[in-house]
């Protein structure tokens, strides 16, 4: 079972930058896509990124080119580069896993991380 546990979350000035980790724990190579979803007060989640065990990413289009996503596969580690933010990025932010064969569902959830950004 893979645990996931976010850290990172903070406030900031739009315009400055953060650094979401989400740390893996149990058996986090049976996961086949990673990602990151946000979720801000009455508007739906969304997801922000993703990125497949084999390496590819792909961004929601808000956040393309300010947001990276990465993984360091030596620490079972999945960050989110933030860059640039601007209050429309205010939300709880969750990472978040699939299971080993499809990255068409999500199954496993981390508790969340605050990211407040203000104007």
């Known amino acids: 079972e893979v645990h996931l546990v976010e850290s990172g979350g903070g406030s900031v000035q739009a315009g400055g930058s953060l650094r979401l980790s989400c740390a893996a724990s149990g058996y986090a190579a049976r996961t086949r896509c990673m990602g990151w979803f946000r979720q801000a007060p009455g508007k739906e989640r969304e997801e922000v990124a993703r990125q497949e065990s084999g390496g590819s990413t792909r961004y929601a289009d808000s956040v393309k080119g300010r947001f990276t996503i990465s993984k360091d596969n030596s620490k079972s580690i999945l960050y989110l580069q933030m860059n640039n933010l601007n209050p429309d990025d205010t939300a709880m932010y969750y990472c978040?896993?699939?299971?080993?064969?499809?990255?068409?569902?999500?199954?496993?959830w981390g508790q969340g991380t605050q990211v407040t950004v203000s104007s």
């Open positions: 978040a896993a699939t299971g080993p064969f499809s990255c068409y569902s999500f199954v496993v």
